[in-house]
């Protein structure tokens, strides 16, 4: 079932004509983002499009030329003061260095250093976040391991685990599935589908698997070149026209017919060339029928 987008609600966390460079180089150009408590946004476009750039900028991790990031009662995130606007905001990115010598439980406690003092002595709720983060990403039985052992799935669910255990109203994921078997990457998206619903997360991910966008996603940002090509629910923008002219492949897109969400299908060279097999009943392929009553009908 389409959930609708509550335009009317003020952003949590909003980017406004961001321009974003690389030195000289800019790559992303005048982008407009707007992320709101209870909605998941997933931005969806080719590699290189700007998608990791406008993220790590909504995170302050890199500074617009024109342009600015606010919070609902902060004009310019970059007035905050980093352990505020970590109480707030916080991201999972693409690629991270792994840390050596420390166990899963104390990466997963990094995520509590915007509450803690200088001697680590006023964080009452911390123990609680810690332990409800390892156990809702299901990484509370290697708790005690370390975190350079571990295989690349498990210690990208350690990464989220410390996200959550920060405990803030807007959540950045960088390809949050990247690594995880098929259970953790459904498991992934129920787990942001139920904070943006539960707990009024506002939530930006970057996806790009497109079925996973339509699955999770309230509102889709599909960037081009550095720009915004279309914004609206995945049944505006998951479209064959859009998404084939947008990444260069023909892309089947037809309704679940259940859930009636967009289905993506990109369609290979060779999956094109070949011939469609010709349809014969599965019990007439079982000998069960004489063969002239599984003929397919003639057209
Ligand atoms: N550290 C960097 N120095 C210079 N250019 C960079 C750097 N990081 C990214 N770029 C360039 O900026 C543009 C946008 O990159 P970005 O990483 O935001 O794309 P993306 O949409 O996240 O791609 P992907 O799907 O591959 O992760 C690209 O042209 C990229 O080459
Ligand atoms: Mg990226």
Known sequence: ??????????????????????????????????????????????????????????????????GAVSLEDVEDVMTLHPKAFARRVTMLSQS???????????????????????????????????????DITGVSEMAGRGVDELSGGELQRVWLA?????????????????????RYQMDLLDLVRDLATEHRVAIGVVLHDLNHAATVADRVVLLQHGGVRAVGTPGEVLTTELLSEVYGIHVDVHAHPVSQRPVCEPRSRHAAARQPAPLVPHHAQLGRIPAEHAQPAAV
């Open 96 to 134: 991270r260095p792994t840390p050596g010598g420390v166990t899963v439980r104390d990466v997963v406690g990094f995520g509590r250093h915007p509450y803690r003092g200088r001697f680590r002595t006023s964080d009452p709720d911390g123990p609680r976040a810690i332990e409800h983060a390892l």
């Open 162 to 182: 410390t996200c959550l255990a920060q405990d803030t109203e807007v959540l950045l994921l960088d390809e949050p599935t990247n690594h995880l078997d098929l």
């Open 1 to 66: 079932m389409a959930r609708s987008f509550p335009a009317a609600l003020p952003a949590a966390l909003s980017g406004a004509n961001l321009h974003l460079s690389y030195g000289t180089h800019e790559v992303v150009h005048g982008v407009d983002l707007d992320l709101t408590r209870g909605c998941v946004t997933a931005l969806i476009g080719p590699n290189g499009s700007g998608k990791s750039t406008v993220l790590r900028s909504l995170a302050r991790l890199h500074r617009a030329e024109t």
